[in-house]
């Protein structure tokens, strides 16, 4: 298995190709890859239409797999808010790679019905295949899309990003093989010779304790450890320091343990969700989750420097873990407020990356919502770093 990754910033987009695809064809050696994950920046707009035939004239053989981005990710650099094209390329000796289309309406008859979804992706699960999903965020929805891909492939790991750049419907593309799609999700099933693996960076820090949500309906939580849930917050507010009190106006969150057989809880085992809504009358809470009595939460706040610690520790631990098997090459699914929006300089997470795992090929864009695994249930994420880390199947 091999990997490439690289950038190119110039314009017009036929030049851009033209200079990644040299890197990338130089990294691989002369070898033809199987796949090309590319993404083209909101700039080159007009170009949409001829990307599949351009990069089709430097890589014939492989199949294509890509959006539009608000920004780009490539050869281990972060390129936003200017024209640039990301390509990462792999070769896939013994991998099957199975891409699909899917239009929102096909949803309504798959999400209840797992086996259905084996036909209509082209893969089956017995072949424990693992996804590259890129959904277009105005026309699909990918919150139901991904809990019936669980259902009807539980083992699989899922990984990817929704398109951005649009701030309208239609302004997307969605790239698979040669076509251009403005709608619904495409992606591809990597099964055979090939293992993912996944780090999620959801870049908060708890404050206060764990408690038990003793009374809640739907994504409304009325009490927490037997009290009125907005009396919790309240008091929990007034014991910060004035800077966290600062930061929970615009960046408190609810995290929801994910594994609760555990004595200690640390990063990763939090499913970060925002709070959307308070009712002082009843002293409720009102979250973007839905919940359930006896579940485990714990506020947590967000800025640049814990989301930079939180990278940190799950980048330092994966490597830890993978020490004696690195990956052959990595997609990197970022949120559009993280990069330069949040750290105040580019390349902040991809120069993480590089610290930790050395010149593993990464690629990947900016997106409108990031979607990874959560202690193995797959959501879609906001403000997030989602890894997926690709290399053969250990033997």
């Known amino acids: 298995m091999l990997w490439a990754s690289a950038v190119a910033d110039d314009a017009p987009i036929d030049v851009a190709v033209q200079r990644a695809a040299a890197v990338v064809a130089a990294q691989l050696g002369g070898t033809p890859p199987d796949l090309v994950v590319a993404f083209v920046s909101e700039q080159h707009r007009p170009a949409f ?11 014939p053989p492989a199949l294509l797999l ?12 972060e390129v936003e808010q200017r024209p640039a094209v990301s390509l990462t390329a792999a070769v896939l000796p013994s991998v099957e790679i199975t891409p699909f289309h899917l239009e929102a309406d096909a949803l309504a008859t798959l999400v209840d019905e797992p086996a259905a979804w084996q036909p209509v992706l082209g893969v089956a699960a017995a072949k424990a295949p693992h996804f590259v999903i890129l959904p277009e965020p105005f026309s699909f929805d990918a919150e139901t899309f991904l809990r019936g891909l669980d259902g ?8 990817g990003g929704l398109a951005s750049g649009a701030r309208q419907p239609g302004g997307n593309a969605l790239f698979l093989g040669d076509t251009v799609h403005r709608s619904g999700c495409v992606g591809v099933a990597l099964s055979g010779n090939v293992e993912v693996e ?12 764990p408690m038990f949500v003793t009374g809640c309906q739907g994504n409304v939580i009325r009490e927490l450890d037997g009290r009125p849930a907005l009396q919790v917050l309240q ?3 007034e014991q910060l320091p004035a800077s966290d009190q600062e930061l929970a106006r615009h960046s408190l969150f609810l995290g929801i343990v994910m594994s609760e057989h555990q004595q200690a809880y640390r990063q ?7 709070l959307v809504g308070m009712d002082p009358e009843r002293g409720a809470l009102a979250v973007g989750a839905l919940l359930r009595d006896n579940a485990i939460v714990q506020f947590h706040l967000r800025d640049a420097k814990t989301s930079a610690e939180d990278i940190e520790a799950l980048l330092s631990r994966y490597a830890g873990v993978s020490a004696a098997a690195r990956p052959h090459g990595a997609l990197l699914f970022s949120c559009l407020g993280r990069g330069k929006f949040l750290y105040g300089r580019p390349d902040h997470d991809t ?6 795992l050395g010149e593993v ?15 193995g249930t797959t959501f879609l994420h906001g403000y997030t770093s989602a890894f997926g880390l690709f290399r053969g199947r250990r033997t």
Do not use: M
Not at 268 to 274: E, K
């Open 49 to 59: 239409g001829r990307v599949p035939e351009i990069i089709a004239a430097q890589f």
């Open 66 to 77: 890509g959006c539009s981005a608000g920004g780009v990710i490539g050869g281990g650099r």
């Open 152 to 159: 009807a492939f539980p083992a699989s790991q899922k990984i």
């Open 198 to 209: 996944t780090v999620v960076a959801q870049g908060c820090r708890p404050i206060g304790v």
């Open 235 to 237: 008091e929990l507010y």
């Open 268 to 274: 990763g085992d939090f499913l970060i969700r925002n």
């Open 351 to 356: 120069d993480t990356f590089r610290r930790h």
């Open 361 to 375: 090929p990464l690629g990947g864009f900016f997106c409108n919502g990031e979607i990874g695994p959560v202690h």
